[in-house]
């Protein structure tokens, strides 16, 4: 299965993250098959916080690709379109959670 992740870059305590598309069996910072944005969770003011190429992004989520959480959150944020197989699966975890 291939997913849509964050690989992570950086210092200690001073987090950068590319966000990649891999194989959900390869490590967290191993290879990974495609790379389609960053995202800086310490950038300050007058720094980029998220880029993300949202063609790749589009593509990739048309050919099946799974985004973790947090790289869903990002994707909403920046008014990425997800496919309506994604947001069925969303959709039964948020009614599976409130029963």
Same mark, same amino acid.
């Given at each position: 299965?291939?997913?849509?992740?964050?690989?992570? *870059?950086?210092?200690?305590?001073?987090?950068?993250?590319? @966000?990649?598309? +891999? %194989?959900?069996?390869?490590?967290? &910072?191993?290879?990974?098959? &495609?790379?389609?944005? *960053?995202? =800086?969770?310490?950038?300050?003011? =007058?720094?980029? $916080?998220?880029? @993300? %190429?949202?063609?790749? +992004?589009?593509?990739?989520?048309? $050919?099946?690709?799974?985004?973790? &959480?947090?790289?869903? +959150?990002? *994707?909403?944020?920046?008014? @990425? %379109?997800?496919?309506?197989?994604?947001?069925?699966? @969303?959709? %039964? $975890? $948020?009614?599976?959670?409130?029963?």
């Amino acid at each position: 299965m291939v997913k849509i992740r964050l690989h992570r *870059f950086g210092k200690k305590k001073q987090p950068f993250y590319r @966000i990649v598309v +891999a %194989n959900s069996t390869t490590r967290r &910072d191993g290879k990974y098959i &495609d790379l389609i944005g *960053f995202y =800086n969770p310490v950038a300050l003011s =007058n720094q980029e $916080k998220v880029r @993300i %190429n949202k063609e790749k +992004a589009e593509s990739w989520l048309q $050919k099946g690709a799974w985004p973790t &959480d947090t790289v869903l +959150a990002l *994707f909403r944020k920046e008014n @990425i %379109n997800l496919p309506n197989f994604i947001l069925k699966k @969303i959709k %039964n $975890k $948020k009614s599976n959670k409130n029963e």
